[in-house]
């Protein structure tokens, strides 16, 4: 079963409540965990962020919404207990509850329209009301990503041959390899051994070294190509290699270098976009948002 989207949490959360005793986000996620069934792998599966269960975080953000509907209260810090009015909603049966069901309470009216440009009578509901805010966020920040991945290929595979080199160079700087920018500039980018185009030192020391192959190929590169980059690393005596190409691996050429001694790592175009994204490499900060929460900590009184 797949996780509950955050709107299929509100009646089984408000029908906990009913009781009308108190309770904690903890007890309502295992409670409701066994409500739906869900799997460890699902109660344990996180945001795209990796900083939050998605399961505790629609939970949370189900509790949010009915109590901004005024079905649930919280009495005190870090429980929260079910009000005469979601009593009264629990006494009507309702098949379900969601934006559109809680729409009808002013106090939802009020909080919705603090999250959405214009009010209406009956909102349309949009699919961005189908994830919670840390989800939707995630996602739209997941589409924009990918489209500047895709432009930033693009680009790469553009440019030209030297070009890539130097760029090349100046992404496994910022990885934390070559040194300093000029060392590794004269390590790589030039006439190798073979099927090695340069070398560069692993760490600022340079007790180790790495040997680089840097392509800008349109084609697939294959095993043949990475064979003889292996065979030119044996006969160096090396067992640590990276080959780097604008295009893409075959299958048979990831299948090689997982059945042989040297570590030989195969980053594609798509990774390199990835990875010159994540160390600010030919992309520049357009804005950044600050996600901040309640500290809960400061409002205790002695």
Request: aromatic share 8%; net charge negative; hydrophobic share 40%.
């Amino acid at each position: 079963m797949a996780i509950p989207d955050y709107q299929t949490i509100m009646l089984p959360l408000l029908r906990l409540a009913g009781d009308g005793k108190t309770h904690t986000l903890r007890e309502a996620v295992d409670s409701l965990a066994d409500h739906f069934g869900l799997s460890e792998a699902e109660l344990t599966s996180l945001l795209p962020s990796g900083k939050q269960p998605t399961f505790l975080n629609r939970v949370g953000w189900a509790r949010t919404y009915i109590m901004k509907a005024g079905l649930l209260e919280a009495p005190r810090r870090a429980v929260f207990q079910i009000t005469q009015r979601g009593l009264d909603v629990l006494k009507t049966n309702p098949e379900k509850i969601n934006v559109k069901f809680l729409i009808q309470f002013p106090e939802f009216k009020s909080f919705r329209a603090l999250r959405h440009a214009r009010e209406s009578e009956e909102p349309a509901i949009s699919p961005a009301d189908e994830n919670t805010p840390e989800e939707a966020l995630e996602e739209s920040y997941g589409r924009m990503r990918a489209n500047l991945e895709t432009e930033l290929l693009d680009r790469i595979k553009a440019c030209s041959p030297s070009f890539f080199e130097r760029l090349v160079v100046e992404l496994l700087v910022k990885m934390g390899y070559g040194g300093t920018l000029r060392d590794a500039g004269q390590a790589i980018g030039r006439s190798g051994d073979g099927g090695i185009d340069g070398v560069i030192k692993e760490d600022l020391l340079g007790l180790d070294v790495v040997y680089v192959q840097a392509k800008r190929w349109d084609a697939t590169v294959g095993r043949p190509e990475i064979q003889k980059f292996a065979g030119a690393l044996q006969g160096v005596r090396a067992k640590k290699g990276v080959f780097i190409t604008a295009s893409e691996f075959s299958n048979d050429a990831h299948d090689y270098v997982s059945h042989i001694d040297s570590k030989i790592a195969l980053i594609d175009g798509p990774q390199l976009a990835r990875l010159m994204i994540d160390h600010g490499l030919g992309v520049s900060l357009v804005e950044t948002y600050e996600i901040k929460r309640i500290d809960s900590d400061y409002f205790i009184e002695d």
